[in-house]
């Protein structure tokens, strides 16, 4: 089982500044997804990169996949109050069997105030 | 845009009592999952289901758990006789292919304490 190490763990910024959380293991990666999850709500997918050395951007959001498939980082420009929430990496392990499971990390909490 | 449902949103119980948790997965999804979070934890993979049987699980799915299918749309979680250590939310996920190729859609959860 591949160990996923999220940091920081927690976040707290002003809107309008920018940030970069980290996802990163000691394995490499077949794939890795992030998701944002909301207080009450479920995870919800963000973005999956594949490629090493891969970018990806979603609005104000730019994820980063490291050459060797070992680390991704996410990083948010103009963080809004909107972006409060907790950012969960997880990855795709393919087994044997053919069928899938995902890992999750511990995830950064973050909290954008006003 | 179609979702992944679950009931109920909040399910309290004593400990070694039966507990089902009901998932509705999106309708034309053929793979079915159910992860758990434990306070301040991480999300833990607990089972897969595929074709009517499961197809994968990790080491926390013991013999107290168990999935079923009953019809075309449900997709329920049962734990026989519930511990403490077993409150948690409980997420159901469903995807249209395998993880390897379509991303997973998780309801919003039901979470489970056992007093």
């Known amino acids: 089982t591949q160990l996923l190490e999220q940091s920081p763990q927690f976040l707290s910024i002003q809107e309008g500044e920018n940030l970069t959380v980290y996802c990163n293991s000691s394995?490499?990666?077949?794939?890795l997804q992030w998701y944002r999850q909301e207080p009450g709500e479920g995870p919800v997918l963000l973005v999956t990169?594949?490629?090493?050395?891969e970018v990806k951007k979603l609005k104000r959001l730019t994820f980063q996949f490291g050459d060797a498939r070992k680390d991704s980082s996410l990083h948010i420009t103009a963080a809004q109050p909107g972006d409060t929430g907790l950012y969960l990496c997880?990855?795709?392990?393919?087994?044997?069997?053919?069928?899938?499971?995902?890992?999750f990390g511990k995830g950064t909490m973050l909290l954008v105030s006003p | 845009e179609p979702e992944v449902t679950q009931t109920p949103s909040h399910q309290v119980t004593q400990m070694g009592q039966e507990v089902i948790l009901r998932c509705v997965p999106i309708?034309?999804?053929?793979?079915f999952y159910w992860y758990r979070q434990i306070l301040g934890q991480k999300v833990e993979f607990l089972v897969s289901?595929?074709?009517?049987?499961?197809?994968?699980k990790s080491e926390i799915f013991d013999d107290q758990f168990s999935v079923e299918r009953p019809d075309g749309s449900n997709f329920t979680l049962k734990i026989r006789s519930t511990k403490l250590e077993d409150s948690a939310m409980y997420f159901c996920?469903?995807?249209?292919?395998?993880?390897?190729?379509?991303?997973?859609?998780f309801g919003n959860g039901t979470r489970l304490t056992v007093t």
């Open positions: 996920a469903s995807t249209r292919e395998g993880l390897w190729d379509s991303p997973l859609h």
């Open positions: 394995s490499v990666f077949s794939s």
């Open positions: 990169v594949v490629t090493g050395g």
């Open positions: 997880a990855a795709s392990t393919r087994l044997d069997s053919g069928y899938s499971t995902l890992t």
């Open positions: 309708s034309n999804h053929l793979y």
């Open positions: 289901f595929y074709n009517n049987e499961i197809s994968e």
